[in-house]
């Protein structure tokens, strides 16, 4: 029943005074509600016949809108008068199209279109929650409901990482291309492939004078080289506790992704080879290198619905992931925290058995707020401890790093916006000398 039954039911009980028998005529008025009820209740369109589907966006980037569309079929003989309530989880940021409360009116064999749009707020697969449709009598006084998942059409929008650090493509594919050759600047990386001959000009290393070939054209000619291609690059996210700290408003495995995305765009397009490898203490993700092209779309697709676990992670399952599936020499680099507890038990004790087949590269993002604690003077005695556990924790992040260059491994240690550029960075430097 409605509030207009009740409203109904009020009106009726105002006229008792000018009834014989009151206590008659609240009987009788009760009898004529209740029976208008069961049959506007009975005139309601069946939900049996209702049948709902969805249609729309699969994917969004987050931070984006994307617009899914319900559509409800009525194939029953009456016409359908519903309330429809389309419920998602509250991070993907659903707002209908129908305002709350508004009945939605569809005649018989006929289908209406009920778009929402989502702005999730979170990165990760974002399923639809339970549709409910309550269908009401011609009269408003009753109505039928169901509600519940059993009656909802699936759909799954999968929110894919935000990909911030793809600003600084475009120079680091310039950088690139000087790298490789294709464009005449000062400072062209050596590399280690003889590429060809050209006419020497101003800031050329005299070093690359061929002086033989110079001679036969009697013009001075200058070898050029390029960096080797199809090279091969792992990607390691650690998805263990440490990727779970938040620096700022976002955790910390989703400046690895941030980062390992734009390492990935930059090296497929430089001809190597890209796998990636995303463990705790079982493996959460692997993408091979095969398919290059679509690569870049294959890897954000299976690293969006990655999340930190709160376990340690086991890097030994890591270095015997890359060794068995890496039989060429390449370059790894792993995304995890430069934290004393979990590096000085998990990856020193398997890193030689690492770097002996592969350069390995450690990139991790830190939180600019230890910096800064350490830099202003304390004023009152909790500021004083906050300052110490900063200084602790820089210390201990100093003594990770030099244990790590003890094992021929280099280290990238940024803030947490600066890690993307400064991992491509260190990927093209080792590109230019040939140590890839």
Not at 74 to 99: E, F, I, K, M
Not at 183 to 201: H, I, S
Not at 321 to 347: M, P, Y
């Amino acid at each position: 029943m409605t509030w207009r039954a009740a409203a109904l039911l009020a009106a009726g009980a105002v006229t008792l005074p000018l009834w014989p028998a009151p206590f008659a005529g609240v009987a009788l008025m009760t009898v004529a509600v209740l029976g208008l009820t069961a049959l506007d209740w009975a005139l309601a369109a069946p939900l049996a016949a209702i049948s709902a589907a969805r249609d729309g966006d699969r994917r969004v980037r987050l931070g984006g809108t994307a617009t899914v569309t319900l559509r409800l079929a009525n194939a029953s003989a009456r016409t359908l008068r519903a309330q429809v309530h389309d419920d998602w989880v509250p991070s993907a940021g659903a707002r209908p199209d129908l305002p709350p409360g508004r009945l939605v009116r569809v005649e018989p064999g006929d289908t209406v279109a009920l778009p929402t749009r989502l702005t999730p707020l979170r990165r990760g697969d974002r399923p639809a929650a339970a549709l409910t449709v309550r269908s009401y009598g011609p009269l408003g006084l009753a109505f039928r409901q169901r509600a519940g998942r059993p009656g909802t059409p699936p759909w799954t929008l999968r929110v894919l990482p935000r990909f911030d650090s793809r600003r600084h493509l475009p120079e680091k594919l310039s950088r690139l291309r000087v790298l490789a050759g294709t464009q005449v600047a000062r400072g062209r990386g050596e590399g280690t492939e003889f590429d060809a001959l050209r006419e020497y000009v101003a800031g050329d290393d005299v070093r690359s004078i061929d002086w033989r070939a110079s001679a036969r054209r009697a013009d001075v000619l200058v070898r050029t080289w390029r960096p080797e291609r199809d090279r091969r690059l792992v990607c390691v996210l650690d998805t263990g506790r440490t990727s779970a700290a938040r620096i700022g408003d976002e955790p910390r495995l989703d400046t690895y992704l941030d980062a390992a995305l734009l390492l990935t765009a930059l090296a497929a397009r430089a001809g190597d080879r890209v796998d990636l490898i995303a463990a705790d203490t079982v493996l959460r993700a692997a993408v091979t290198g095969a398919g290059r092209p679509a690569l870049l779309a294959r890897l954000v697709d299976a690293v969006a619905p990655l999340q930190p676990a709160l376990v340690e992670t086991d890097f030994g399952l890591i270095a015997g992931e890359v060794l068995r599936r890496e039989r060429q020499r390449g370059l790894v680099v792993i995304f995890t925290a430069l934290e004393a507890g979990a590096l000085g038990e998990g990856l020193l004790p398997v890193l030689p058995r690492l770097a002996a087949r592969h350069r390995v590269v450690v990139a991790a993002a830190h939180d600019p707020v230890l910096a800064a604690l350490t830099r202003d003077p304390p004023t009152r005695p909790a500021d004083a401890y906050a300052a110490a556990a900063a200084f602790r924790a820089l210390a201990e992040r100093d003594r990770v790093r030099a244990a790590l260059a003890r094992h021929g491994v280099t280290v990238v240690d940024a803030p947490a916006a600066h890690l993307a550029p400064a991992v491509a960075d260190t990927y093209l430097r080792l590109k230019a000398l040939g140590r890839l």
